[in-house]
C-alpha cells in the first residue's frame, strides 16, 4: 500500500546502555494496484492486497535495557493510533542475545519476541511471517495475525577470513488471528491460508554462507511444517541496509 505524511521520532539515554525512544506518524493509507500483469486475477507476481484506507496516527514508545547478563537486552514497547473512527494498540516484548568469540571467528546470535494487537484494528496494522527475516522455507508473508511470538538462532564460524563464513539458522513461530472478522478477515479476503482456531506454527532450519565480510549472503532454508518448502536466499546482511 502506498503512505504519505510525517513521522517524528526521538530516543534518550537512560544510561548504561538502556534507552528509551519516541515515534509519532501522521499519513494518509491508500491501497495499491497491480498495474503491471495483463491479468491481475492470475498474475504470477506476489498479490497485491487492499488495505483499509483513511488517515492513519499513531505514537509509539519502545524502552531497550541492558542486562547484567553479558550481551542480553530486553525490548519493551507499545503503540496507540487511530485510522478514521478505529481505535487500536499493540504491546511489544522480545529477548535479544548476541555473543562474539572473536579469536575463534564465532559469532551467536539469538531472538525472541512476542508482539500482540488491542482494539480495533486495520489489516495493515497486522503481522505477517513467513520468508527471509522472519521464518524462512515458507512463502514471504503468507500468514497474517494479530498477534505472535517468534523464535530465531543463529550461529556463524570464519572459514576463510575475510571472505567466508559459515552460517546456520533456525526459526520457529506461532501466530493467531482473532482480531478480524466476516469480510474484513484478511485470510479470507486474501486467500491466504487458515488453521483451526486461526492459529499457525512454523518451524524452519538451514545454512548458508556470508560472503565478502558477511555483507551478501546465500541461505537455503527448509520449512518443515505445513506449507514449508525448500528456500534459496540470497540477500545482503541487515546490518547494512541503512548504507544501501
Not at 491479468?39 to 504470477?44: A, G
Not at 572473536?102 to 546470535?109: E, I, K, P, S
Not at 511470538?149 to 575475510?162: A, K, M, Q
Not at 571472505?163 to 506461532?174: H, P, S
Request: no cysteine.
Amino acid at each position: 500500500f502506498f503512505s504519505s505524511g510525517a513521522l517524528a521520532t526521538g530516543s534518550f539515554s537512560a544510561g548504561r546502555g538502556n534507552r528509551l525512544s519516541a515515534t509519532a506518524r501522521v499519513e494518509e493509507h491508500r491501497s495499491a494496484r497491480n498495474v503491471v500483469s495483463s491479468d491481475p486475477e492470475s498474475s504470477d507476481f506476489r498479490p497485491v492486497l487492499p488495505i483499509q484506507e483513511g488517515s492513519w496516527a499513531s505514537l509509539q514508545l519502545l524502552s531497550t535495557f541492558q542486562t547484567s547478563f553479558p550481551g542480553l537486552t530486553l525490548d519493551a514497547g507499545g503503540l496507540f493510533g487511530r485510522l478514521e473512527d478505529r481505535t487500536f494498540g499493540s504491546l511489544s516484548a522480545g529477548l535479544k542475545l548476541h555473543r562474539r568469540w572473536l579469536h575463534r571467528g564465532f559469532d551467536l546470535r539469538v531472538d525472541l519476541q512476542g508482539h500482540s494487537l488491542l482494539g480495533d484494528p486495520p489489516v495493515q496494522a497486522g503481522y505477517f511471517l513467513g520468508g527471509r527475516l522472519t521464518v524462512p522455507g515458507y512463502s514471504f508473508r503468507s500468514r497474517i495475525g494479530d498477534r505472535y511470538w517468534l523464535f530465531r538462532s543463529e550461529t556463524s564460524l570464519v572459514l576463510f577470513h575475510p571472505y567466508i563464513r559459515l552460517r546456520a539458522f533456525t526459526a520457529a513461530a506461532g501466530i493467531r488471528l482473532t482480531s478480524f472478522n466476516g469480510s474484513e478477515n484478511p485470510s479470507t479476503q486474501w486467500a491466504l491460508p487458515q488453521t483451526e482456531g486461526g492459529s499457525s506454527h512454523l518451524l524452519s532450519a538451514g545454512l548458508g554462507l556470508g560472503l565478502g565480510w558477511d555483507v551478501l549472503r546465500l541461505d537455503v532454508a527448509r520449512g518443515f511444517r505445513e506449507g514449508g518448502k525448500w528456500e534459496l536466499i540470497l540477500w545482503v546482511n541487515p546490518d547494512f541496509w541503512s548504507w544501501l
